[in-house]
C-alpha cells in the first residue's frame, strides 16, 4: 500500500528528503529472506518479511519522537532496528514504516572511573570494544557477533555471549536508558531519570528495566530505544588488537598475562563438576562451547581448515579421514573453550594453577592440539572478538538453533547426548548437514556470571534447496515434540520460526500462544500483555513482544 502523500510529506518534514524513501527497490531491500520457512506458499526462494510503507533514518531523539507522535496520530506501525540481525529486525505486518537507526552511530561518552559507555543505537560491538580498550576497559560481545548493535543487544533482545562469564551478559551491563515510549513520550529510566546521570539502571529514579525488557526484550514492538549506558569490565591488554594474518585465519598474540585453553572431560558429570568449580573459584574471563557449532565430527577438522588459508571446505573430507585429526576429534568430545586474563602476573599465574586444579579434581585436560600457537592466537582472537560470524553460514548458507536447553549445567548435561543422538537420525536423512548429531554450542556462565550454561544445537542447511528445506522443517516440528514429551518445553527452533510464519508474517495466535503456555512461567506472558496494553494504547508496534492473552 502506497503511503498518503501528506503523510509522507509530514515525515519528510522531519528527517529531511534524503533520510526517508518509499520506493519499491529501496523498500524491498529492507526485506528479511524467510526461504527455510513458508515453502508451501509458492517458489520456495521467494518468501520474504513483508515490504514497509517507508523507510527513515532518523538522526536524533528529537527526530524519533516526532515519527512517534506522528504514526499515533495517523495510527500508523513503526518498527525501529540498528543492524538487522534476524527476521524480528524488520516489519512483521503489512504498511509498517521501517526505522533504520544507523545514523545514530556515535559513542557519546566513556567514563573510564565509572567504567561505562553512553551509546547510540547504530554503535556496533568491535566500535565500542576498539574504543573501550584505549583506556584499558572491554564490553561486552554477544553471540550474534561484534557488527551488531549493543544497545539493540542491551535494550531488546538476549544480548547473551562468551564473556558472560566475567563481563555479564547485555542485560546485566544495561544502566541508564533514553527511550522513546510507544505514544512518543520519553522515558529516562535509573539514575538518569532522577537527573543523577547515566550510572545506574535501576535508581535513584525510576527503575523500569523489567517493564521496558520484558520477557528476552521487547525486540523493536515497544517503542525506540535512542541512547543506553552499557556497563564496561576491566581489559588487562594492549590498547589495540595486534591482529595478524589473512582471511579467515586471523589471529592475536597477546601478552603472558593470557591465556587460552580447550578443556576436555570423559564425562559429562565431570564437566559440570568443572563448571561448577571454575563459578565457585572466580577463574576466567571469557568461556563458551564455541566449536561445537561445527558439529562433534568436524569441529576439529573446520578449524583446521580455518587457520590456514591454504584450506578451504574442499579439504574437508581428506582431513577427516587423518587418524590425527580422527584422534584428537575424539579427544575433545566433552569439551569448552576458556580465555584467561590476569590483572597481574601474580593473577594470571594462579588462574593457571586453580584451573590446572579443577581438571586434575575433574579428570579434565587441556586439549593439546589446541595450544599449538597458530591455532591458539586464532581461538583466542576469535574470543575475544566474535569477528567471524560468517562462519555461522559456512555449511549450507543458512542456519538456525534448536533445542537451546538453558539451565544448570548439569541440565544441560543430563540431555546433550539424547538430544544429539536425536538429531543425529535425522542428519541420516540427508535435509541438513552431518555433522556428528552434537552441534551444541554457548555459553558457559549467565546472570552474575554463573547460574546457567546455553545448549543452542545448530542446525545447518541449504535455503535453496526444497529438500533441505522441507527435511529441516520437519525435524525442527520433531524437536518441539520431543522437547515436550521430555518436559524441556518448546525449543529454540519453535521460539526463533514464530517470526517467520505464513506470508512472512508473524506466527498465528493460535501457534504463539501454545508457545507461551508451554514456558515455565507462563503469566510472564499474561503481564506483558496488560504492559502492552498499557504503554502502548495504539498498538503500533508488532507481536514480537511476547504476550498471551487466553483470557
Excluded at 499 to 524: N, T, V, W, Y
Aim: aromatic share 10%.
Amino acid at each position: 500500500m502506497t503511503m498518503p502523500k501528506n503523510i509522507y510529506k509530514a515525515l519528510e518534514g522531519i528527517v529531511g528528503p534524503e533520510n526517508i524513501s518509499d520506493d519499491p527497490a529501496v523498500l524491498d531491500s529492507y526485506r528479511y529472506s524467510l526461504a527455510h520457512t513458508a515453502i508451501h506458499l509458492g517458489p520456495f526462494f521467494d518468501t520474504f518479511t513483508p515490504r514497509g510503507s517507508a523507510v527513515l533514518l532518523p538522526g536524533s531523539t528529537e527526530e524519533v519522537q516526532a515519527i512517534v507522535k506522528l504514526c499515533n496520530k495517523y495510527r500508523i506501525k513503526f518498527k525501529a532496528s540498528s543492524t538487522f540481525w534476524s527476521a524480528q529486525g524488520y516489519p512483521s505486518e503489512d504498511n509498517t514504516i521501517q526505522l533504520d537507526m544507523r545514523r545514530m552511530d556515535q559513542i557519546l561518552e566513556i567514563d573510564e572511573k565509572n567504567m561505562f559507555a553512553v551509546i547510540e543505537p547504530g554503535v556496533i560491538g568491535a566500535t565500542l570494544q576498539a574504543e573501550a580498550m584505549k583506556v584499558g576497559l572491554n564490553t561486552h560481545i554477544p553471540g550474534a557477533g561484534c557488527s551488531c548493535s549493543t544497545l539493540a543487544g542491551a535494550t531488546s533482545y538476549f544480548g547473551s555471549g562468551p564473556s558472560n562469564l566475567y563481563g555479564g551478559w547485555h542485560y546485566d551491563n544495561l544502566l541508564g536508558v533514553e527511550w522513546v515510549m510507544p505514544t512518543g513520550e520519553i522515558l529516562r529510566t535509573g539514575s538518569l531519570g532522577a537527573g543523577c546521570g547515566w550510572f545506574c539502571g535501576e535508581g535513584p529514579g525510576p527503575s523500569m528495566k523489567g517493564v521496558a525488557r520484558g520477557f528476552i526484550g521487547s525486540k523493536g514492538a515497544m517503542g525506540v530505544y535512542t541512547k543506553c549506558a552499557i556497563k564496561l569490565f576491566a581489559w588487562p591488554g594492549p590498547t589495540t588488537l595486534p591482529v595478524e594474518g589473512i582471511v579467515p585465519a586471523y589471529k592475536t598474540s597477546l601478552p603472558d598475562n593470557f591465556k587460552a585453553y580447550t578443556v576436555a572431560f570423559p564425562s559429562w558429570k565431570s564437566w559440570a563438576d568443572a563448571v561448577y568449580t571454575i563459578w565457585d573459584t572466580g577463574v576466567g574471563y571469557i568461556a563458551h562451547r564455541q566449536y561445537s557449532m561445527f558439529g562433534r565430527d568436524l569441529k576439529f577438522a573446520m578449524i583446521k581448515i580455518l587457520t590456514d588459508p591454504t584450506k578451504t571446505l574442499g579439504d574437508l573430507e581428506e582431513i577427516l579421514d587423518d587418524p590425527e585429526v580422527q584422534k584428537i576429534t575424539e579427544e575433545s568430545k566433552r569439551d569448552f573453550q576458556i580465555v584467561l586474563a590476569g590483572m597481574t602476573k601474580r593473577d594470571i599465574e594462579w588462574q593457571d594453577k586453580a584451573l590446572d586444579e579443577i581438571l586434575s579434581r575433574t579428570g579434565g585436560w587441556k586439549v593439546e592440539a589446541m595450544n599449538e600457537p597458530e591455532i591458539n592466537k586464532w581461538m583466542l582472537l576469535y574470543l575475544i572478538r566474535l569477528g567471524h560470524k560468517n562462519l555461522n553460514l559456512v555449511f549450507g548458507g543458512s542456519y538456525d538453533g534448536c533445542f537451546g536447553l538453558l539451565g544448570s549445567a548439569d541440565f544441560g548435561t543430563s540431555h546433550v547426548e539424547e538430544a544429539a543422538e536425536f538429531k543425529k537420525r535425522w542428519e541420516k536423512r540427508g535435509a541438513v548437514v552431518e555433522a556428528g548429531g552434537d552441534c551444541m554450542m554457548g555459553p558457559i556462565g549467565g546472570q552474575g556470571g554463573g547460574g546457567t550454561c546455553l545448549w543452542e544445537n545448530f542446525t545447518c542447511f541449504d535455503p535453496y534447496d526444497r529438500d533441505s528445506i522441507e527435511g529441516t522443517l520437519e525435524f525442527f516440528d520433531a524437536c518441539t515434540e520431543l522437547g515436550l514429551e521430555r518436559g524441556w518445553g518448546v525449543g529454540m527452533e519453535k521460539w526463533n520460526s514464530q517470526a517467520r510464519g505464513p506470508d512472512g508474517r508473524i506466527a498465528p495466535k493460535e501457534e504463539r500462544d501454545r508457545i507461551h503456555l508451554s514456558a515455565p512461567q507462563p503469566d510472564i506472558f499474561r503481564y506483558q500483555h496488560k504492559i502492552r496494553k498499557a504503554f502502548n494504547p495504539n498498538d503500533l508496534g508488532d507481536a514480537y513482544y511476547e504476550t498471551l492473552d487466553d483470557s
